[in-house]
Nanobody
């Protein structure tokens, strides 16, 4: 099992930037798909960005061009650089580690099937 701890959230103004971090520990080699999903109050979970074991990245249309996912394997850390933030980006952001046999893409991160772990989340609030 993988343990994940997110950090880096906060309250910012529209147009600002934030960088989220997620430190992974435990059986990290069991995961071949890492990513971020978010959930706003009263809304369904939304996969935001994913990165596969081969480094391939994918993004939800809503954040494409503004968010960048990356990882530092030496530090077992996943990042999400968020630029040009909008009020609609306000949500709790979660890091996920998943064992996938069906590729790696943002929508997969919210699937109830398969083996996945996620952290406690970090809140991002963007005001206009």
């Amino acid at each position: 099992q993988v343990q994940l701890v997110e950090s880096g959230g906060g309250s910012v103004q529209a147009g600002d930037s934030l960088r989220l971090s997620c430190v992974a520990s435990g059986d990290t080699y069991s995961a071949n798909c890492m990513g971020w999903f978010r959930q706003a109050p009263g809304k369904e979970r939304e996969g935001v960005a994913s990165i596969g074991a081969d480094g391939t990245t994918n993004y939800a249309d809503s954040v494409n061009g503004r968010f960048t996912i990356s990882q530092d394997n030496a530090r077992n850390t996943l990042y999400l650089q968020m630029n040009s933030l909008k009020p609609e980006d306000t949500a709790m952001y979660y890091c996920e580690a998943r064992r996938s046999s069906a590729g790696c893409y943002p929508r997969l991160l919210t699937s109830p099937y398969g083996f996945a772990s996620w952290g406690q989340g970090t809140q991002v609030t963007v005001s206009s």
